[in-house]
Nanobody, 125 residues
Framework: QVQLVESGGGSVQTGGSLRLSCVASGYTDKSGCMGWFRQAPGKEREGVGVLARNGGIPTYADPVKGRLTVSQDSTKSALDLGMSNLEPEDTAVYYC??????????????????WGQGAQVTVSS
């Protein structure tokens, strides 16, 4: 029922910036969770930053705190990932994800059941 349409990604030098966007449709209310995840080659998918659609504060993985920022628009149907001071270790495929239920929005991959197709982010030194 929920559909995620993702855009953005690209290649930048170390220290550069990118912005990823995700538009969600199919929600009938403003509940649930949305977030950004990433998966590097040969690595497990991991949570980057997530928030509750009803206005909960975002939570972030330690390596991205202060550099990557999750935000949503006033309709609660779009989620952006602002990326600055990028490092080669940030190179990965980035995915938008959502879940319908729950007040507590964690970064565990298995709890999210709607996913975008992914966007490649490459950071070169």
């Amino acid at each position: 029922q929920v559909q995620l349409v993702e855009s953005g990604g690209g290649s930048v030098q170390t220290g550069g910036s990118l912005r990823l966007s995700c538009v969600a449709s199919g929600y009938t209310d403003k509940s649930g969770c949305m977030g950004w995840f990433r998966q590097a080659p040969g690595k497990e998918r991991e949570g980057v930053g997530v928030l509750a659609r009803n206005g909960g504060i975002p939570t972030y993985a330690d390596p991205v705190k202060g550099r990557l920022t999750v935000s949503q628009d006033s309709t609660k149907s779009a989620l952006d990932l602002g990326m600055s001071n990028l490092e080669p270790e940030d190179t990965a495929v980035y995915y938008c994800a959502a879940r319908r239920f729950g007040l507590i929005c964690g970064r565990d991959v298995d709890s999210y059941n709607y996913w975008g197709q992914g966007a490649q982010v490459t950071v070169s030194s």
